[in-house]
């Protein structure tokens, strides 16, 4: 990264940190729970009839670090999920986010698949009660790291 994209990324956090110091401490925990800078990176959480999507790519295409480290992420994720481990997303959000209990009842199939620029990790279920939970979850996801993505269920 040049200088000056440095300093304008530095400001740019500094900012961010003066006006929402809760998105901020999301992000700062969220880069050491993930292993990449979110000013790098785009999460983006859509909710469909299954349950719904993680999608995380790198910003610049070239930027083949972070692709690799969102992969690296993503696939760790679907083994703690599958297992019933949520404390990442404990520890990025400082508390349990909405439908974890559910969750963790084992209803819940999480698939990973490499994406050009990151990774996707896909949540579903046959069960209403479950999906419903998920896309509480993703919900939560959407505001929490402000990625404005709807919050309605996607095609």
Not at 57 to 66: E, I, L, Q
């Given at each position: 990264?040049?200088?000056?994209?440095?300093?304008?990324?530095?400001?740019?956090?500094?900012?961010?940190?003066?006006?929402?110091?809760?998105?901020?401490?999301?992000?700062?925990?969220?880069?050491?729970?993930?292993?990449?800078?979110?000013?790098q990176?785009?999460?983006h959480?859509?909710?469909?009839?299954?349950?719904?999507?993680?999608?995380?790519?790198?910003?610049?295409?070239?930027?083949?670090?972070?692709?690799?480290?969102?992969?690296?992420?993503?696939?760790?994720?679907?083994?703690?999920?599958?297992?019933?481990?949520?404390?990442?997303?404990?520890?990025?959000?400082?508390?349990?986010?909405?439908?974890?209990?559910?969750?963790?009842?084992?209803?819940?199939?999480y698939?990973?698949?490499?994406?050009s620029?990151?990774?996707?990790?896909?949540l579903s279920?046959?069960?209403?009660?479950?999906?419903?939970?998920?896309?509480?979850?993703?919900?939560?996801?959407?505001?929490?790291?402000q990625?404005?993505?709807?919050?309605?269920?996607?095609?």
């Amino acid at each position: 990264m040049s200088k000056l994209l440095t300093l304008i990324f530095l400001s740019s956090l500094t900012a961010l940190a003066q006006s929402d110091p809760r998105h901020a401490a999301v992000n700062s925990r969220g880069d050491t729970a993930m292993g990449f800078n979110h000013g790098q990176t785009t999460h983006h959480f859509v909710l469909r009839s299954y349950g719904g999507d993680i999608d995380v790519s790198a910003n610049d295409p070239k930027d083949t670090d972070s692709r690799d480290r969102i992969r690296h992420h993503l696939s760790m994720i679907q083994k703690k999920f599958s297992t019933g481990d949520f404390t990442d997303p404990m520890f990025i959000h400082d508390r349990v986010p909405p439908g974890v209990p559910q969750m963790k009842s084992g209803k819940v199939k999480y698939e990973f698949a490499t994406t050009s620029h990151g990774a996707r990790l896909q949540l579903s279920s046959a069960d209403e009660k479950t999906i419903a939970a998920i896309h509480d979850f993703l919900k939560f996801q959407i505001e929490d790291h402000q990625t404005a993505d709807a919050t309605t269920v996607q095609k």
